[in-house]
């Protein structure tokens, strides 16, 4: 079931929603070579209880499944869910992706960028401004009365036209009360099907953009999803309200 916000609900996500870009903001500042992804997982606990919420992903459940940490932080050919450790430590050329969201007021916000660690190469900054543009493409067809159809073949369309590859096996969804609601917002699909978009829906819109082909494995830790050819991999996101004026980006500092 599809549960659409009214516009004070969209205030209070428009709240958590903000919470995780400032903190997203201050990680991404801290992103630098010998850094470890501990360190940054540590920072991001202390600041969300500075900002009174709770963490979204510590202690979510897949199955028998729970994550450990407060943010998914995904290096060079891992797509999602990389489980951050004081061992993993950031390397010059390294890119990497910060997936985090928090629960304040009752309401979940969630966000993802990718960043370089030090100097990028071209071929990455490449990959990574497509995927964050892709993003955007997608989020310019978030408007009442389009069908998912038309919002998922944009990110497609500008995706695999840089002659890059969306993975199929994870999507974004739709975000509230609950950190994963329907619908389902896939990365790939036709123009004009699909349920149609309507006002009070608000979606985590989140292309994952691999370099080389769409298959994905998952490592050992049962969390960590990897490009199949070890291609690297880049994810950008944010939590969008579908309303009668137009598309609005929640995840804003």
Not at 115 to 133: N, S, Y
Not at 162 to 174: K, L, W
Request: aromatic fraction near 4%; charged fraction near 25%; include cysteine.
């Amino acid at each position: 079931m599809i549960v659409l916000k009214s516009r004070e609900e969209i205030e209070i996500m428009r709240a958590a929603n903000r919470i995780v870009a400032q903190i997203l903001a201050q990680l991404r500042e801290m992103v630098r070579p010998g850094v470890t992804t501990g360190e940054l997982d540590r920072v991001a606990e202390e600041l969300i209880a500075r900002h009174g919420a709770q963490p979204a992903f510590k202690g979510y459940r897949v199955g028998d499944q729970t994550f450990p940490r407060c943010i998914c932080i995904s290096i060079n050919d891992e797509i999602v869910h990389g489980i951050p450790s004081e061992r993993r430590v950031l390397c010059e050329g390294d890119i990497v992706g910060l997936d985090f969201g928090v629960r304040y007021r009752g309401f979940y916000g969630d966000s993802a960028v990718t960043v370089p660690v030090g100097r990028a190469t071209a071929a990455d900054e490449r990959l990574i401004a497509t995927t964050r543009d892709a993003l955007e493409a997608g989020i310019a067809e978030a408007r009442v009365g389009n069908r998912m159809g038309n919002l998922s073949a944009a990110i497609q369309r500008h995706a695999e036209g840089a002659g890059y590859s969306v993975v199929r096996d994870f999507v974004g969804h739709g975000i509230g009360r609950r950190l994963h609601e329907e619908p389902q917002v896939p990365n790939y699909g036709v123009p004009d099907r699909g349920i149609r978009l309507r006002a009070g829906m608000v979606l985590a819109i989140e292309p994952m953009v691999n370099a080389g082909r769409a298959d994905v494995r998952i490592k050992e830790d049962g969390w960590t999803a990897v490009t199949e050819d070890g291609t690297r991999s880049a994810h950008f996101e944010h939590s969008v309200a579908v309303t009668e004026s137009g598309p609005e980006i929640l995840s804003l500092a």
